[in-house]
């Protein structure tokens, strides 16, 4: 299976900060189809994973586009450029590319 | 707007089988989409469990292969989860979602059941 290495685990930051997580894939995300299926979802404290961006880059409608994805082949990165005290939670990379799904290990994003 | 809301017991006991309901409602699942159970563990880690697709066919974490199945009912749009001889490692709250297989993304989720297991 895909292993996916969130750092950090846990992110302090205050309110206007920018702050990036980075997401690294044991193996190529790229597929044969030339594109690259890494996820980023936000899991509020008592609520449901949503989705912030999918295929690396895209953001998902709805959400701000103070959030931004990047990245390439094993190694992606999350950015929220001006925290809000919205944006707490924990963050999860996900692949799409190799089955079985699988998720990274998360990280916590708390404000000072 | 879409909407999945999972339902079953809290409680399981160790080797029993754990059964949970996603019910959905404003979109027929067999219009589209692949249905799909994902579970969270204390301490964050979550994984994939499997889908059934719109057109009824399954597909499962081979980790869970021998233990997990996945069925449904079209007539009240709903889809169904069991997971067999369960121990304390399956306590986790369990989610149900939307997925598209062409683009990897899980774009509507249940807000979750939480099962534990235990004697």
């Known amino acids: ?112 | 707007e879409i909407q999945l809301q999972e339902s079953g017991p809290g409680l399981v006991k160790p080797s029993q089988s754990l059964s949970l309901t996603c019910s959905v409602t404003g979109y027929t699942i067999t219009s589209g989409y692949d249905w799909s159970w994902i579970r969270k563990f204390p301490g964050n880690k979550m994984e994939w469990m499997g889908y059934i697709s719109y057109s009824g066919s399954t597909n499962y974490n081979p980790s869970l292969k021998s233990r997990i199945s996945i069925t449904r009912d079209t007539s009240k749009n709903q889809f169904f989860l069991q997971l067999n001889s369960v121990t304390t490692e399956d306590t986790a709250t369990y989610y149900c979602a939307r997925y598209e297989y062409t683009t990897g993304v899980m774009d509507a989720w249940g807000q979750g059941a939480s099962v534990t297991v235990s004697s």
């Open chain 1, 1 to 112: 299976d895909v292993v996916l290495t969130q750092t950090p685990p846990t992110l302090s930051a205050t309110i206007g900060q920018s702050v990036s997580i980075s997401c690294r894939s044991s193996q190529s995300l790229l597929d044969s189809d030339g594109d690259t299926y890494l996820n980023w979802l936000l899991q509020r404290p008592g609520q449901s994973p949503q989705l912030l961006i999918y295929s690396v880059s895209n953001l998902e409608s709805g959400v701000p586009n103070r959030f931004s994805g990047s990245g390439s082949e094993t190694d992606f990165t999350l950015k929220i450029s001006g925290v809000e005290a919205e944006d707490l939670g924990v963050y999860y990379c996900m692949q799409a590319t190799h089955a079985p799904l699988t998720f990274g290990s998360g990280t916590k994003l708390e404000i000072k």
